[in-house]
């Protein structure tokens, strides 16, 4: 015997299409997740290799003056940069 195939009510095609419209609003919404992520972490890369170039600078000139020899700062790391905003987020 073959197989009965029944048309669906409209209650069942109205959830059909809604979830299909949730799965395709996700998906939407994922990849602007994804896109700002990316946006972001560029943002972050850009402004660190800024703030180094600062405190290079920074450094060269300090080094021309007695009184502020002793101070100096390293260049951060997109590892610490990372820390630190992990733990300005949890507090």
Known sequence: ???VVSE???AEKDAVDAALQSAA???AIQAEIDDLESVLRQVVI???D???ILRQQFNTTTAESA???DTAFADRT???VKTQLRNDLGS
Do not use: K
Request: glycine letters at 4%.
């Open 1 to 3: 015997m073959g197989d």
């Open 8 to 10: 669906m009510d409209q």
């Open 25 to 27: 609003r996700d998906a």
């Open 46 to 48: 850009l402004m660190v």
């Open 50 to 52: 800024e703030i180094n």
């Open 67 to 69: 009184e502020l020899t």
């Open 78 to 80: 997109l590892a610490q």
